[in-house]
């Protein structure tokens, strides 16, 4: 196996039975870093620093990983139109920054009983946001509410109307 030594100075190509030895003599450990290089890559270090370093670095790394988004918008069947307006333009916003939607619209009293009006909403809620969200659930009706998710279409814009273009425009 290939043995680099802490400073990072490589003391060559050495038997396991050596390069233990060399490990030892130093007071650190023999780490193997490339198992599936030819020959197998091991390096001389104190572990416990060595795995405090690796463990730093996977912190730093989830740091900078963007985890997509989860916003969720309730709404009502007898929504106002303005309302309505509202809440589309609410997600047209989170969809436009790349988060998921999940519309959940909840159902009470004799709204239960058709159901087909919650659904109809619903459709046209997908058909408002087509140039920027795909439906990627579609309405499903559970117990009293009707739910769905949306996600952004890559290279999708905000369409005409959302509040950022008119700020801009002002």
Known sequence: ???????????????????????MQRGYDLV????????????????????????KRDREARKHHHAT????????????????????????DFLGDGMKVKVTMMLRGRENAHPEYGNKLMQKIIEDL??????????????RSITMMISPVRGG????????EEEKEA
């Open 69 to 92: 988004k989860l916003k969720e918008i309730k709404i009502r069947l007898n929504i106002d139109p303005h309302d309505y307006e509202t809440k589309l333009n609410h997600m047209r």
């Open 157 to 164: 814009k905000k369409q005409e109307g959302s509040r950022d």
């Open 1 to 23: 196996m290939r043995v680099i030594d802490a400073d990072g100075k490589q003391l060559g190509v050495l038997p396991t039975s050596q390069a233990l030895a060399a490990a």
């Open 130 to 143: 087509q140039g920027c969200s795909r439906p990627e659930v579609m309405p499903k009706l559970m117990g």
């Open 32 to 55: 193997e870093v490339a198992p599936n290089a030819a020959p197998p890559v091991c390096r001389i270090v104190d572990f416990g620093k060595y795995k405090y370093e690796q463990e």
